[in-house]
C-alpha cells in the first residue's frame, strides 16, 4: 500500500509538473502573440497617422509638398510623394513606418499605407463656377440687362452630377443635387430653403483653374503639332465646323465664301485637338471619336473674341445616354463665353440636345439675347459646364407653374465617364483629390 502512494505522488507530480510547464510555454507564447500585435498595431497606427498628415499637404497647400520624416508615437515614418504613379498627372503617397520592435521571427515590424490623388478633373463637374452670378457679355464687350444679379437654384433646379462653386450657392426652396456639392463659402439661404444634397454638401473647399495664357498655350501647341490650327490673326475671320460622324465640313468664314472644304476628321485633327485663335468657332453636327475645340481671342480686333457658338445639335454618333460604353466624346473650350446661337425658327416645344463637356476660361455658357428672344424650348445638357459666372439660358415666369417666357428652359445631365476619361487636354485644377486608399 505504501508503494502505490509512492507511485501515485510521483504520478501526480509529473503530471502537475507537464501541465505547469505547458502553461508555462502557453504564457510565454501569449506574451509573444501580444507583442508582435501590439507591436504591428503601434506601426499600422503610424503609418496611417503620417498618411494623413501627409495627405492634408497635398490637399491643403498650393505648393506640391516635398517628402518627409515624422518620429513619434516611439517609432518612425518616410513619406514618399510619387509623381505620375500609377499614371501621368497622378500622384501616389507612401507612408511607411517601423519601430525597433522584433516580431517573432526577429524582424523589424514596418507597415506600409498608400494614397493614390489625382488632379480634379472639370470634365466630370455638371456644375461649376467661380461664382453665382450673371456675367454675360455680348459679343461686342458690353453687359447684358441682368449683368451681376444673383443666380439662384430654387424648387424645380436641379443638378444630376457633381456641383461646385468657388463662391457661395444662392439657395432657395428645394432644388436637388443628386451628387456630391462643394463650395468655398456657406451657402446664402432663402427663407424657404431646404435643398436637397443627396451626395452631402461640403465647405470650404476650393478648386483653382489654370490660368488662360497656360491654357492656350498647351491646346495651341497640340493643335499645332498634331491637331487642327486655325490662326485667323491677319483676318479675323471665324471659322465653322460641322460634324458629319467621321468627316467635318470647314467653312471660313462661316459662309464658306473664303474656304468650304470637307475632310476626314483624322486628317484635320489626328490627335482631336481643334484650336482658333483670335477668333470664334461655330460647330454643329454629329462627332466621331475624342475632340476637343478650342476658341481663343487676343488684343485689339481679337479683344471680344474666343468665343464658341452652338448653332445646332452637338451630339455624339454612339449615343453615350443609351450607351454609356460609347467612345465619342467632346470638350469644348472658350477662351471668353458660349453661345447658343439664336435662332428665331425654335418654338417653345423645340429641343436642342448637346452631349459635350463645355469650359468658359473667362465666361459663361449662355443663349444669345436670352432675355429678348422668343421663348425657345429646352437645351439639353449631357455633360456639365465649367464657368466664371452662373449663365442664364432664358427667362420665367415665377409660377407656380413656371412659364418659358424668352430663351430656354435647361437640364444638365450627368455623363458618369467623365468622372475617369475626359476629352483630349481638357483643363484639369492644380487641386488634388483622393482617388483610392490602401492599407497594408
Known amino acids: 500500500m505504501g508503494r502505490s502512494s509512492i507511485v501515485y505522488v510521483i504520478g501526480f507530480t509529473l503530471i502537475v509538473g507537464l501541465v505547469l510547464n505547458r502553461i508555462a ?6 506574451m509573444d502573440v501580444y507583442i508582435a500585435y501590439y507591436g504591428s498595431t503601434r506601426v499600422h497606427n503610424i ?69 493614390v490623388f489625382d488632379h480634379v478633373q472639370f470634365a466630370k463637374y455638371s456644375w461649376f463656377t ?60 432663402g427663407p424657404s430653403a431646404d435643398p436637397q444634397f443627396k451626395g452631402g454638401f461640403e465647405q470650404p473647399i476650393y478648386q ?19 491637331g487642327g490650327f486655325f490662326d485667323e490673326t491677319s483676318t479675323s475671320n471665324d471659322v465653322a465646323l460641322t460634324f458629319l460622324n467621321d468627316q467635318v465640313r470647314v467653312q471660313i468664314p462661316p459662309g464658306g465664301s473664303i474656304r468650304d472644304t470637307t475632310m476626314l476628321m483624322s486628317a ?34 481679337a479683344t471680344n473674341k474666343g468665343n464658341v457658338w452652338i448653332d445646332g445639335d452637338v451630339v ?47 465666361g459663361e455658357l449662355t443663349a444669345q439675347d436670352f432675355w429678348s428672344i422668343p421663348a425657345s424650348g429646352r437645351l439639353n445638357l449631357y455633360g456639365g459646364v465649367t464657368q466664371v459666372t452662373a449663365g442664364s439660358l432664358g427667362l420665367s415666369s415665377g409660377g407656380p407653374p413656371l412659364t418659358l417666357l424668352n430663351g430656354f428652359a435647361y437640364s444638365i445631365n450627368n455623363d458618369p465617364r467623365f468622372a475617369t476619361r475626359q476629352p483630349p487636354l481638357f483643363p484639369y485644377s492644380d487641386s488634388y483629390e483622393l482617388v483610392s486608399w490602401w492599407e497594408n
Open 268 to 301: 484635320l485633327a489626328s490627335n482631336g485637338v481643334i484650336v482658333v485663335k483670335n477668333a470664334d468657332v461655330h460647330i454643329k453636327g454629329t462627332y466621331n471619336g475624342e475632340i476637343t475645340v478650342a476658341a481663343f481671342g487676343g488684343s485689339g480686333a
Open 25 to 30: 510555454e502557453t504564457s510565454a507564447s501569449s
Open 47 to 115: 503609418a496611417v497617422s503620417a498618411a494623413n498628415i501627409g495627405t492634408t499637404y497635398l490637399l491643403k497647400y498650393s505648393v506640391f509638398p516635398s517628402n518627409f520624416g515624422v518620429d513619434f508615437f516611439g517609432g518612425h515614418d518616410s513619406v514618399y510623394y510619387l509623381a505620375n504613379m500609377p499614371k501621368p498627372l497622378w500622384t501616389t503617397l507612401r507612408s511607411v513606418a517601423w519601430t525597433s520592435m522584433l516580431d517573432a521571427n526577429g524582424l523589424v515590424i514596418r507597415d506600409t499605407v498608400d494614397a
Open 208 to 226: 483653382s483653374r489654370p490660368n488662360t495664357s497656360a491654357l492656350q498655350t498647351n491646346l495651341t501647341s497640340a493643335a499645332t503639332l498634331g
Open 316 to 362: 455624339a454618333k454612339t449615343n453615350p445616354v443609351t450607351n454609356p460604353a460609347s467612345t465619342d466624346m467632346l470638350g469644348i473650350i472658350a477662351g471668353r463665353m458660349a453661345y447658343v446661337t439664336e435662332d428665331l425658327s425654335r418654338t417653345a416645344s423645340s429641343e436642342l440636345d448637346i452631349q459635350a463637356a463645355i469650359y468658359c476660361q473667362n
Open 130 to 189: 467661380e461664382n453665382e452670378t450673371n456675367g454675360y457679355l455680348a459679343p461686342d464687350g458690353s453687359h447684358g440687362p441682368y449683368y451681376g444679379a444673383q443666380d439662384w437654384k430654387v424648387s424645380g433646379d436641379s443638378v444630376f452630377g457633381p456641383a461646385h462653386t468657388n463662391g457661395a450657392f444662392n439657395l432657395d426652396g428645394t432644388p436637388y443635387f443628386a451628387q456630391k456639392v462643394t463650395a468655398s463659402h456657406p451657402s446664402n439661404l
